[in-house]
């Protein structure tokens, strides 16, 4: 049995760097990840997904967990991170701070959640893509 050599340390960290980028990147702004890798389709297509789900959420006048006081409360606050830049630049503006007093505003808030969570899908394909585990 013959075994390959071993690559360099030093190489294989500065790839192991370049491979998380897509995968930061892609949850910080949606469509960023595959923007990156030059997949300008589906990027385009993930990135107006996301934002129209997050902005037809917030129209809805659906909230955005801050705080998790109990499980349920502890999936939405990891939802909603899960829309990176949308999520943060909305709650500093004080965007979703009422409380869900219609049914509307209760299905807003799961738009704002279901958003967040595509965006994490979409940046672990973004991963995926970069690290070879998924072609195209």
């Not at 297509?45 to 659906?62: K, N, R, Y």
């Not at 899960?82 to 500093?92: F, K, P, Q, T």
Request: hydrophobic residues 50%; charged residues 10%; without cysteine.
């Amino acid at each position: 049995m013959s075994t390959t050599p071993n690559k360099p340390l030093a190489g294989k960290k500065q790839e192991q760097r370049f491979v998380f980028m897509p995968l930061i990147a892609g949850w910080l702004v949606p469509g960023a990840g595959h923007f990156l890798l030059g997949k300008w389709i589906r990027g385009t297509l993930l990135a107006v997904s996301i934002v129209a789900m997050f902005a037809m959420g917030l129209a809805m006048q659906g909230k955005l967990y801050v705080s998790a006081h109990n499980v349920l409360d502890l999936l939405g606050v990891a939802g909603d991170l899960g829309s990176g830049v949308l999520y943060i630049v909305s709650h500093l503006l004080g965007l979703g701070a009422q409380p869900v007093q219609t049914t509307v505003a209760d299905y807003g808030t799961k738009f704002v959640v279901v958003a967040g969570l595509l965006n994490i899908i979409a940046a672990v394909d973004a991963h995926n893509l970069s690290t070879g585990r998924k072609r195209s």
